[in-house]
């Protein structure tokens, strides 16, 4: 017995194929689809016969074929209708399947095709992800879901303290209801409003007829403190109200320092006072009772120095008016710096954090971290050096933002200054 392939694009096809080569006595022995009919190419299939015969009856193809009874005839066609069928049978339910899917599948069916294929991008996201540098072991004992992993990677790259990380993580592992956890977009957005919720701001409010505000910036040197006080003397006397403001300066000492100051003032002719001593600050506070504002500047000091940090003490002590005590603190600071300058210049009575230099930095958990920790109001942000426009009223979305989209991506979302 010898056994021979044919092969057409159905099944009938190739049987006929067979029979004509090897009459219509050969066997059937299989049929099978051997590729798949698709959009580009016709599906294949294949016809195994048998012959008892000679190896050569195959070469005798040509012959006339010998009549077939026609109860022979019969008893093949049904032999082979039946193989034949078994494999129509098969194609032409998985071509009704596919059918049935692309006819059902319209519109709003091409909706849910979409959202699942915006699903597993997600989790191909999260996969590659989930390679990331660092151990679980280093995680601590905290195991962060795979979908977690993307929103894991950004906070921590951020800067912001570990053990704020691992707060974060376990309240959301927690608390995160599973059907936001399915796409990326909306643990982004479970994150977002957390991270918003665990740190205030303080929103700038007009002042009120009669009330009078006294704002002391204080902070380390080269931090922004004078520059910032300038935009803001800039907001209220012209750019977003209408508010009578006086400057006063304790930092005198320094060269340049009051002259820096001097020249702002000038420009936005406000009255400035240069002050020395406990007395003369009274005196200039005094002299300055008609204004709406009162800023005041004073000297940098390194958060070591305590004797500097205490001058300023001196002149808030005994205060008979209210100093609202702004530390102003530079984005690009390393946290434990920070951690340290807020350590060494609470005892001034902290009011309210301004955070400078937004624009030289990529990182912002650890501004997130210290403001979380001191649970104070952040008021500004200043994000460049220009007088009076690089100015942020505060709001924890951006700063959140920052941490979650990148500083740019933050600053496109909220332009308004
Ligand atoms: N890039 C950038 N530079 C700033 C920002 N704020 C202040 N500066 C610059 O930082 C330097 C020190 O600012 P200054 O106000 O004198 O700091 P102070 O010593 O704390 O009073 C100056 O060159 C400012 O122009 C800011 O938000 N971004
Ligand atoms: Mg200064």
Not at 121 to 134: E, F, M, P, R
Not at 299 to 310: C, P, T, Y
Not at 343 to 351: C, P, R, Y
């Amino acid at each position: 017995m010898k056994l021979y392939t044919f092969t057409a694009s159905s099944p009938s096809l190739a049987l006929q194929k067979a029979q004509k080569a090897c009459g219509e006595e050969a066997l059937v022995i299989s049929t099978k689809q051997i590729q798949k009919k698709s959009l580009l190419s016709e599906g294949l299939y294949e016809v195994v016969v048998a012959l008892h015969d000679k190896p050569n009856k195959l070469t005798k193809k040509i012959k006339p074929k010998p009549k077939l009874k026609s109860e022979d005839v019969l008893v093949n066609i049904s032999k082979t209708a039946k193989q034949i069928s078994k494999i129509e049978n098969l194609s032409s339910q998985s071509l009704d399947v596919l059918k049935t899917k692309t006819k059902t599948k319209e519109p709003s069916q091409f909706k849910e095709i979409q959202k699942n294929l915006d699903q597993l991008n997600d989790k191909i996201k999260t996969l590659q992800n989930i390679i990331w540098n660092d151990t679980q072991h280093q995680r601590g004992e905290l195991i962060i879901p795979p979908e977690f992993a993307q929103i894991y990677k950004i906070t921590k790259d951020s800067a912001i303290s570990q053990t704020h990380l691992r707060d974060i993580m376990k309240l959301s592992v927690e608390n995160m209801p599973s059907y936001m956890r399915n796409s990326s977009k909306t643990i982004k957005r479970y994150f977002q409003v957390l991270l918003k919720k665990m740190i205030p701001s303080r929103v700038e409010s007009p002042i009120e007829v009669g009330e009078k505000r006294v704002m002391m910036f204080v902070g380390p040197t080269g931090v922004g403190k004078t520059t910032t006080l300038a935009k803001i003397a800039a907001r209220f006397s012209f750019l977003k109200h209408k508010n009578k403001v006086g400057i006063i300066t304790l930092d005198t000492y320094r060269i340049g320092a009051v002259e820096q100051l001097f020249q702002y003032a000038k420009m936005m002719k406000l009255p400035l006072q240069d002050v020395t001593d406990k007395a003369d600050f009274s005196k200039a506070l005094n002299s300055l009772s008609y204004c709406d504002l009162i800023l005041i500047d004073t000297v940098g000091s390194s958060q070591f120095d305590k004797e500097k940090i205490s001058k300023i003490a001196h002149f808030l002590k005994d205060s008979k008016i209210k100093i609202d005590v702004n530390l102003v603190l530079s984005a690009s600071t390393k946290l434990e710096d920070l951690q340290d300058i807020y350590k060494n210049f609470s005892f001034l009575n902290i009011d309210t954090l301004i955070i400078t230099k937004m624009d030289e930095t990529k990182k912002f958990g650890n501004i997130f971290s210290l403001i979380y920790d001191s649970q104070k109001p952040v008021s500004y942000f200043s994000i460049g050096q220009e007088v009076p426009d690089d100015l942020l009223v505060a709001n924890s979305d951006f700063l959140v933002k920052c941490i979650l989209d990148g500083y740019k991506g933050a600053l496109d979302a909220n332009p308004s200054r």
